[in-house]
Each structure stands twice: as structure tokens, then as C-alpha cells.
């Protein structure tokens, strides 16, 4: 029976391992096209990336170096998500055009709005200077050595690789330094805002549904990208013309069904895909829970009185989805790991490796791998835990304190740089505090400071503690602080400021609110932060090493993607839904009937705009609906991650049939350890944008740019010439 079970292992995890990872374009031939077209693809690699022809990557622009986009009209228009848009249609919002409430749509040309500093950059080829980069390197180079090493080279590829005027080399480590990459990319500089939908669409669901399926969110935004006269990036500039593309997405009308292909495109921003088991163990059982237990406490004060006040909710709002996304996250991860056995899973690929390793004589080369990993995460553990509860009270969560580290650092400032520099800071930081003021409760702040600096004292080893905190009363601490400092309005900060160098700094050191953080950073900087660092570049090159063990020793088809590192990949899979627990299956697609079943009239996440009631009531969806139905959100097998958002959903002819705005909450592990059984991206069906755009917004003038294509019907149609 247990070989049985082995040889089903064995011969099922390749099958859904062809859905798992994120895959460098100009790679693809090979391996990855085999899978894909296993999967139902129907393009080829060179229809995804070539350098010669226009391609796929060519309608797949990084938008504001954050998110992702695409190209869907041959007039520059750019389709990514509204969470990606938000600050910029915040921006063009006032009482008078409340475009974040309301919505915002551009009729024509004249009407689109210039977002200064906002980019979309193109990755024009992409090439492995991996011989260049490692040039000069040896055994016998301390890390540090090596480090300085490869940015000389680094440095010298970039200025000596041929590019055009307007472009720029940019060279990106992969497979944790064994291989390097120039990426040559465009970068344009004039993006404005076309159209949103009204964030009761765009954010519908808001926190509360965030990382959750079935989800119910029409989350997208439009912008256009224009150029010079000569196609080129150029400032913003009433003379600018809409971009047009090499390349951009037509849209298929014809919907996704279970099983069906699906391609994402982007830029996902980080991984950590081949930690040791060990290091997982740490974030499932230190991290992790240290991590949530803080915003527990934090969350659970601000909830408290946001459900009691209307203006600490509206001053909070913000701030509390912020806090709790990551909350969230951390605890789905760690679900899924659990749920998973990655800790299992690694531990046996582990032992796999050590076979390898002893079998192909290399112990000398790599012997030593996981003891030394076991031990550098043994001896990091406790510097991680006093960073993690650092980083969480000082710079996350507690508002006095980190206005006040803010102040730390000024003085920092003025004793290494000297007075002109204390002076140009000071004045930024006081023309950014009054803004932050507007929204401080220092009541709510008061609350979390005794909760969370009850938790810093009894969580952080005891050796990394300031001496006052080893035997201090919370509530008394806190009464002195937010009676006494002058960080708990913006009024008395200002004042507290205002002087000469040594003024500030002589009340800055009378103050208890500073002197608290000045306490905790000097502890940290000196008894945390140096050891932390030593220890994490220790951990780096064994990870570079065992990289290079699993390269060099892993079969020739093993599936070993490098971690995601914010360059343009390719991840593939197909239409799927999931089981998250027993009894329990949801079904890959949702429909406006779960709007519908969600709405709460007024509700600042479950509200409808009465317009959309009306035309679901009509069942009016045009050429977009379904058997009746209005389709909004589905979910694939894709592997994404941040970054991932806005990235387009493709489908096996190279059509857009959705964009990518968010993971499952059982499957947010996927950072560390993709399950087939668990992953899940969500996206949002192309046809829902559509009819936002048309029946919803009545915005025809855009519709009319696309290209929309029935390429199931198509086939149906050949079939039957057949």
C-alpha cells in the first residue's frame, strides 16, 4: 500500500506541477511550451515573447513600477486595476467631482486627466549576462567581496550594453545570484486617466472580502499611454499623442469555463519558493504569530472604536486596511502551509537533495548546506522575533511612536550631516505631519500604545530590551507618554520643532514620547539590527548555494523557476475551482446575483450604485451576459503574487478574457510553497469590465477602440465547415 501511495505521488505531481510557477518569457521553448500547449494552449513561445515581431510582452507595460497593465486598444489604452489607479483618481477627486465615489469617465480626448510622475515601462528584450556579471568572482572572496564584485560588473554591463537614447538597461539577479539578466525597457511618462468605476464597483467588498472567494469585485481602472510625435516616451505635453502599440490585446466576449487555459502576464513582486524547511518552520510557528498577535491587539482597539465613532471610522478607514491586509494574509498563509505540509513536503525534497548530493560525490561542494542553514536560522531566530516586534510597534502600528522615530531620525540627521540638512528634513517632516494629523486619534493611539508595548515586553527576548522596559507598569509608561509628549497633537509637534538644531534637540530629549523610541532604536540598532544583518547575508549565500545545488543536481526537467523579483513573467494553468475544506467546493465563476446577495444599502464596502440594481433588475447586460446571467469574477491556477495586480488574463488564442486582482485566502502561502490544491488567483472577467463600461458608464466612445473577438464560436464555426 505505502508504494502505492509513493508511485501516486510520484506520477500525479508532475501533472499539476505544469500550473505551478513564474517563468521568464524569453525562456519559454522548450519545457514551458509543452506544458502550456498540454493545457490547451494554441499560441506558440514566440507569439508570448520575440524580440524580432510583435508579441504578447509588447501589450504588457509595469504600471507605476508597482502593479502591471495591458495594452487593449491600438490608441495606447491601458486596462489595469483600480486598487492600482486609486491614488491617482483620489487625487483628481473634491467635493465638487468625487470621482473615488462617484466614478470618473473620459468622452473624448480633451476630457482625460495627466497624472504627473505615473509611468508604464515596456520590456523591449530581455538577455542573460550572467558570464559578464560573475566575472572575476572567487572561492576565496568573503560575501562582502563578492557583493562589491558583481555591482562593478553589474554597473559596467549596464553603461556598456547597446540600448537606444530613450531606453534603459537594468540588470536583475534570478535563482538567488546564479544567474543574471539585462532587461532593456521604455519607460513612457505621460499616462492619464481615462475611466473608473464608482468604488462602490471597484472596491466592492472592500476589506471584508479581501483574500476571500467567491468574491464580487469589478476592480479596473483605464488610463491611455501618449507619446511624441515619434511614438517616443516624452514629459507630459499638450502636443503628445495617444501611444500606438507593437502590439495589443484584442478581447474575447466568449468567457471562461471550468478547465479552460489561462495565461497571466506581469510583474509579481517577490517570492521565497526554495526556502529549507527550517526557515518555513520559523514563519509558521515565530513570525508568523508574533506578527499577528500584535495586530490582533492593534485591529482590535481601532475596530472598537471606528463601530462607536463615524469620525475616528473615517479618520481610520485607511489605516485600518492597511493593518489588516497583511493580518490577513499571515493568517492565511499560514493556514495553507499547514493545510499543505509544506514543512513535510520541503523535508523530504531535503532528504531527496542529500541523496543527490552523496550519489554525485559533491559533499565537499554541498555537504554542508542543511546543517548550516539549521544553524544560522537557529541563531537568527531570536534577532528576527526582536526585529519583527520593532518593526511592528515603532513603524507600523503605533502612530506616536513612529511620528516620533520620525524625529529620532532628524536628529540622527543633524549629528552625522550638520545643520542645513536638520533644517531642510525638519521643514518636510512638518509639512507632512499636518496631513497625517487629520487623521490621529490620539484616544485610539493612546490604546494601542499600552496594549502593543505590553506585548514588545513580554514578546522580545529579554536581552534585546531597553532596561526600563524589564520592569515597567504598561499603563503608567503610556499616562506619562500621552499626557506629557507633545507627538500626541499636531499643534504641540510643530511647536516642539521649531528652532535651531540644538533648541529641537534639547526638547526633543525632554520629551517621553521621544525618549521611549529613542530607548527602543538604540537597542535595536545596536544590539539587533548588526547581528540581524551578518546573519542574514550568511543565510543569502547558502541560499545562492543551494540554488546551485538544486540547479546542478535536480533531473534536466525539473520545473525550477527563479522567485519572483518584479520582472515580467509568464505563469500558466486553467480555469479551476477549489475545495478549501471538507464538504466545502467553490465553483470557479460568480455572477451579479452575489452583489445582489451582498448588498447593504449605505454600507461603505457591500453598497450598490442604484444604476447597477436597475440594469441587473432589467437582467439588461447586452452582448456581455451569460444564459441569462452577468458573469464577474473567476478564479485559475495561475501562481501570482503582488505585483501581479492588474496583470491580464489570456487566453490559449492570446485574447484577453480577464485581469488579475488578488489571491484565494487558502492559497496566499504560495509566496513560499505553490499547491495545486489550494492556489487560486482571482480575476476579473473581461465582459463585467466591458459592461461597466458600456450599459453601466455609457462610455461607447471607449468600446469602440476595442477589438472584440468570439474565438469559441470561431472554432464551433469551423468545426461545422468541417
Not at 473615488?100 to 523591449?124: C, H, I, R, Y
Not at 453598497?607 to 437582467?619: G, S
Not at 501562481?639 to 489570456?650: C, K, R, Y
Given at each position: 500500500m505505502k508504494l502505492l501511495r509513493l508511485l501516486f505521488i510520484f506520477l500525479s505531481v508532475p501533472l499539476f506541477a505544469q500550473q505551478g510557477g513564474m517563468w521568464i518569457p524569453s525562456l519559454l521553448e522548450g519545457m514551458n511550451e509543452s506544458e502550456m500547449t498540454n493545457l490547451g494552449m494554441k499560441m506558440t513561445a514566440k507569439d508570448i515573447y520575440d524580440v524580432n515581431n510583435a508579441s504578447l510582452k509588447d501589450a504588457v507595460p509595469h504600471f507605476n513600477g508597482g502593479c502591471t497593465s495591458e495594452v487593449i486598444s491600438n490608441q495606447g489604452l491601458l486596462l489595469t486595476n483600480h486598487h492600482c489607479g486609486y491614488s491617482q483618481i483620489q487625487s483628481h477627486s473634491s467635493l465638487e467631482n468625487d470621482y473615488l465615489q462617484d466614478g470618473f469617465w473620459a468622452m473624448s480626448l480633451k476630457e482625460e486627466l495627466p497624472n504627473p510622475g505615473v509611468t508604464a515601462s515596456f520590456m523591449v528584450r530581455i538577455e542573460d549576462v550572467t558570464t559578464q556579471v560573475m566575472n572575476g568572482l572567487t572561492a576565496a572572496m568573503s560575501e562582502t567581496e563578492k557583493q562589491k564584485k558583481i555591482e562593478e560588473n553589474i554597473a559596467k554591463v549596464v553603461q556598456t550594453s547597446p540600448k537606444e537614447a530613450w531606453q534603459e538597461n537594468r540588470v536583475r539577479t534570478f535563482y538567488e545570484g546564479n544567474q543574471y539578466m539585462l532587461f532593456v525597457v521604455e519607460t513612457y511618462k505621460d499616462v492619464r486617466l481615462v475611466g473608473a468605476p464608482p468604488s462602490s464597483i471597484g472596491k466592492f467588498g472592500s476589506d471584508t472580502d479581501n483574500w476571500i472567494w467567491p468574491r464580487h469585485t469589478?476592480?479596473?481602472?483605464?488610463?491611455?499611454?501618449?507619446?511624441?510625435?515619434?511614438?517616443?516616451?516624452?514629459?507630459?505635453?499638450?502636443?503628445?499623442?495617444?501611444y500606438t502599440p507593437k502590439h495589443f490585446l484584442p478581447i474575447s466576449l466568449d468567457g471562461v469555463a471550468e478547465n479552460d487555459f489561462t495565461l497571466v502576464f506581469g510583474y509579481p513582486g517577490a517570492t521565497d519558493e526554495y526556502l529549507p524547511s527550517i526557515a518555513i518552520e520559523q514563519v509558521i510557528n515565530t513570525v508568523n504569530p508574533a506578527r499577528i498577535a500584535i495586530r490582533d491587539a492593534a485591529l482590535a482597539i481601532q475596530d472598537k472604536y471606528m463601530r462607536a465613532d463615524p469620525q475616528i471610522k473615517i479618520q481610520y478607514a485607511s489605516k485600518f486596511a492597511r493593518i489588516a491586509n497583511y493580518w490577513k494574509k499571515w493568517k492565511g498563509e499560514t493556514l495553507g502551509l499547514t493545510k499543505s505540509n509544506a514543512i513535510g513536503i520541503k523535508k523530504q525534497q531535503e532528504k531527496e537533495l542529500i541523496s543527490q548530493i552523496n550519489k554525485k560525490g559533491k559533499q565537499q561542494e554541498y555537504g554542508q548546506l542543511l546543517p548550516k542553514f539549521e544553524q544560522y536560522y537557529t541563531e537568527i531566530e531570536p534577532y528576527i522575533l526582536a526585529r519583527e516586534y520593532y518593526l511592528e510597534t515603532v513603524m507600523r502600528n503605533v502612530e506616536l511612536l513612529r511620528t516620533a522615530y520620525q524625529a529620532y531620525q532628524l536628529k540622527q540627521v543633524y549629528e552625522n550631516r550638520g545643520a542645513q540638512s536638520f533644517q531642510d528634513r525638519r521643514n518636510n517632516m512638518v509639512e507632512r505631519l499636518e496631513g497625517q494629523y487629520k487623521d490621529y486619534s490620539s484616544q485610539v493611539d493612546k490604546e494601542v500604545f499600552e496594549a502593543l508595548i505590553a506585548l514588545y515586553a513580554e514578546g522580545v527576548p529579554e536581552q534585546f530590551l531597553p532596561a526600563s522596559f524589564k520592569s515597567f507598569n504598561p499603563q503608567q509608561l503610556t499616562n506619562d507618554v500621552y499626557n506629557n509628549s507633545a507627538f500626541v497633537d499636531y499643534a504641540s509637534v510643530k511647536n516642539l520643532l521649531e528652532g535651531d538644531a540644538e533648541t529641537v534637540i534639547a526638547k526633543l530629549n525632554n520629551d517621553p514620547g521621544f525618549k521611549v523610541v529613542q530607548q527602543m532604536a538604540d537597542t535595536y540598532?545596536?544590539?539587533?539590527?548588526?547581528?540581524?544583518?551578518?546573519?542574514?547575508?550568511?543565510?543569502?549565500?547558502?541560499?545562492?548555494?543551494?540554488?546551485?545545488?538544486?540547479?546542478?543536481?535536480?533531473?534536466?526537467?525539473?520545473?525550477?523557476?527563479?522567485?519572483?523579483?518584479?520582472?515580467?513573467?509568464?505563469?500558466?494553468?486553467?480555469?479551476?475551482?477549489?475545495?478549501?475544506?471538507?464538504?466545502?467546493?467553490?465553483?470557479?465563476?460568480?455572477?451579479?446575483?452575489g452583489v445582489m446577495q451582498k448588498y447593504v444599502p449605505g454600507d461603505y464596502e457591500f453598497d450598490v450604485p442604484q444604476k447597477l440594481i436597475d440594469l441587473y433588475?432589467?437582467?439588461d447586460y447586452g452582448q456581455y451576459g451569460e444564459n441569462g446571467k452577468m458573469p464577474i469574477n473567476f478564479i485559475g491556477t495561475n501562481h501570482t503574487t503582488g505585483g501581479?495586480?492588474?496583470?491580464?488574463?489570456?487566453?490559449?488564442?492570446?485574447?484577453?478574457?480577464?485581469?488579475?486582482?488578488d489571491r484565494v485566502w487558502e492559497g496566499t502561502m504560495s509566496d513560499y510553497y505553490y499547491d495545486p490544491a489550494l492556489s487560486r488567483n482571482i480575476m476579473v472577467d473581461i465582459r463585467y469590465v466591458l459592461f461597466i463600461m458600456d450599459k453601466y458608464a455609457g462610455a461607447k466612445n471607449l468600446i469602440d477602440e476595442l477589438k472584440l473577438v468570439h474565438p469559441k464560436k470561431e472554432k464551433v464555426k469551423s468545426k461545422k465547415k468541417k
Amino acid at each position: 500500500m505505502k508504494l502505492l501511495r509513493l508511485l501516486f505521488i510520484f506520477l500525479s505531481v508532475p501533472l499539476f506541477a505544469q500550473q505551478g510557477g513564474m517563468w521568464i518569457p524569453s525562456l519559454l521553448e522548450g519545457m514551458n511550451e509543452s506544458e502550456m500547449t498540454n493545457l490547451g494552449m494554441k499560441m506558440t513561445a514566440k507569439d508570448i515573447y520575440d524580440v524580432n515581431n510583435a508579441s504578447l510582452k509588447d501589450a504588457v507595460p509595469h504600471f507605476n513600477g508597482g502593479c502591471t497593465s495591458e495594452v487593449i486598444s491600438n490608441q495606447g489604452l491601458l486596462l489595469t486595476n483600480h486598487h492600482c489607479g486609486y491614488s491617482q483618481i483620489q487625487s483628481h477627486s473634491s467635493l465638487e467631482n468625487d470621482y473615488l465615489q462617484d466614478g470618473f469617465w473620459a468622452m473624448s480626448l480633451k476630457e482625460e486627466l495627466p497624472n504627473p510622475g505615473v509611468t508604464a515601462s515596456f520590456m523591449v528584450r530581455i538577455e542573460d549576462v550572467t558570464t559578464q556579471v560573475m566575472n572575476g568572482l572567487t572561492a576565496a572572496m568573503s560575501e562582502t567581496e563578492k557583493q562589491k564584485k558583481i555591482e562593478e560588473n553589474i554597473a559596467k554591463v549596464v553603461q556598456t550594453s547597446p540600448k537606444e537614447a530613450w531606453q534603459e538597461n537594468r540588470v536583475r539577479t534570478f535563482y538567488e545570484g546564479n544567474q543574471y539578466m539585462l532587461f532593456v525597457v521604455e519607460t513612457y511618462k505621460d499616462v492619464r486617466l481615462v475611466g473608473a468605476p464608482p468604488s462602490s464597483i471597484g472596491k466592492f467588498g472592500s476589506d471584508t472580502d479581501n483574500w476571500i472567494w467567491p468574491r464580487h469585485t469589478g476592480d479596473f481602472s483605464l488610463f491611455r499611454i501618449y507619446a511624441d510625435k515619434n511614438n517616443r516616451p516624452a514629459e507630459y505635453s499638450e502636443d503628445n499623442v495617444p501611444y500606438t502599440p507593437k502590439h495589443f490585446l484584442p478581447i474575447s466576449l466568449d468567457g471562461v469555463a471550468e478547465n479552460d487555459f489561462t495565461l497571466v502576464f506581469g510583474y509579481p513582486g517577490a517570492t521565497d519558493e526554495y526556502l529549507p524547511s527550517i526557515a518555513i518552520e520559523q514563519v509558521i510557528n515565530t513570525v508568523n504569530p508574533a506578527r499577528i498577535a500584535i495586530r490582533d491587539a492593534a485591529l482590535a482597539i481601532q475596530d472598537k472604536y471606528m463601530r462607536a465613532d463615524p469620525q475616528i471610522k473615517i479618520q481610520y478607514a485607511s489605516k485600518f486596511a492597511r493593518i489588516a491586509n497583511y493580518w490577513k494574509k499571515w493568517k492565511g498563509e499560514t493556514l495553507g502551509l499547514t493545510k499543505s505540509n509544506a514543512i513535510g513536503i520541503k523535508k523530504q525534497q531535503e532528504k531527496e537533495l542529500i541523496s543527490q548530493i552523496n550519489k554525485k560525490g559533491k559533499q565537499q561542494e554541498y555537504g554542508q548546506l542543511l546543517p548550516k542553514f539549521e544553524q544560522y536560522y537557529t541563531e537568527i531566530e531570536p534577532y528576527i522575533l526582536a526585529r519583527e516586534y520593532y518593526l511592528e510597534t515603532v513603524m507600523r502600528n503605533v502612530e506616536l511612536l513612529r511620528t516620533a522615530y520620525q524625529a529620532y531620525q532628524l536628529k540622527q540627521v543633524y549629528e552625522n550631516r550638520g545643520a542645513q540638512s536638520f533644517q531642510d528634513r525638519r521643514n518636510n517632516m512638518v509639512e507632512r505631519l499636518e496631513g497625517q494629523y487629520k487623521d490621529y486619534s490620539s484616544q485610539v493611539d493612546k490604546e494601542v500604545f499600552e496594549a502593543l508595548i505590553a506585548l514588545y515586553a513580554e514578546g522580545v527576548p529579554e536581552q534585546f530590551l531597553p532596561a526600563s522596559f524589564k520592569s515597567f507598569n504598561p499603563q503608567q509608561l503610556t499616562n506619562d507618554v500621552y499626557n506629557n509628549s507633545a507627538f500626541v497633537d499636531y499643534a504641540s509637534v510643530k511647536n516642539l520643532l521649531e528652532g535651531d538644531a540644538e533648541t529641537v534637540i534639547a526638547k526633543l530629549n525632554n520629551d517621553p514620547g521621544f525618549k521611549v523610541v529613542q530607548q527602543m532604536a538604540d537597542t535595536y540598532f545596536d544590539k539587533v539590527a548588526p547581528k540581524y544583518e551578518e546573519l542574514e547575508l550568511n543565510i543569502s549565500g547558502l541560499q545562492r548555494d543551494y540554488m546551485k545545488a538544486l540547479l546542478e543536481l535536480s533531473p534536466k526537467d525539473a520545473r525550477i523557476f527563479p522567485n519572483a523579483n518584479s520582472t515580467l513573467r509568464v505563469t500558466y494553468g486553467k480555469v479551476a475551482g477549489y475545495s478549501p475544506a471538507d464538504a466545502i467546493y467553490y465553483e470557479p465563476v460568480t455572477h451579479l446575483e452575489g452583489v445582489m446577495q451582498k448588498y447593504v444599502p449605505g454600507d461603505y464596502e457591500f453598497d450598490v450604485p442604484q444604476k447597477l440594481i436597475d440594469l441587473y433588475e432589467a437582467k439588461d447586460y447586452g452582448q456581455y451576459g451569460e444564459n441569462g446571467k452577468m458573469p464577474i469574477n473567476f478564479i485559475g491556477t495561475n501562481h501570482t503574487t503582488g505585483g501581479n495586480s492588474g496583470s491580464p488574463a489570456i487566453d490559449a488564442h492570446g485574447n484577453l478574457i480577464g485581469l488579475n486582482f488578488d489571491r484565494v485566502w487558502e492559497g496566499t502561502m504560495s509566496d513560499y510553497y505553490y499547491d495545486p490544491a489550494l492556489s487560486r488567483n482571482i480575476m476579473v472577467d473581461i465582459r463585467y469590465v466591458l459592461f461597466i463600461m458600456d450599459k453601466y458608464a455609457g462610455a461607447k466612445n471607449l468600446i469602440d477602440e476595442l477589438k472584440l473577438v468570439h474565438p469559441k464560436k470561431e472554432k464551433v464555426k469551423s468545426k461545422k465547415k468541417k
